[in-house]
């Protein structure tokens, strides 16, 4: 196999959204849909990061407010907000409520600092590796870290 092919294998597409005042990633594949218009209907005496639970044509999915989950800001101004549609292994929805979505790059493995540690202001136990937009930090988040904590 030549290099080129390898290389090009290696590479994965990642959706870029802003949360508080940092630039998130999660890779597209993980990704049903991204929903501009959206309602979220609260849940009584849910977890104060589940912002309610929102209608996706006839499924129900939960979402979670992602700025109290990975310990950021709170803040949503929701006429920007995005809710990004997931579908997880046992076929349920779950939305995660975002700032904005801000671009989708391409990243290889050789692009990814797996040590974040103190270079995001999220919790380190969310982010799987840091990469480099421009000038801009990414924190790729580990989905199944922040869901197995829900």
Known sequence: MSTVTESAKALRDILLFNVADSLCGIDVLLIQEVRKDFEITPVPMAPDYVSGVMN???EIATVFNLSMKLGLTA???MKHSKVIVLKNRSGEFEGLLV???ADVMQISEADVN???GHMT???AEFVEGICRQDEDLVALLDLTAIFAKT
């Open 56 to 58: 996706l044509r006839g």
């Open 75 to 77: 803040e949503h101004d």
């Open 99 to 101: 700032d904005d979505i």
């Open 114 to 116: 797996r040590s974040p």
């Open 121 to 123: 202001s999220i919790r």
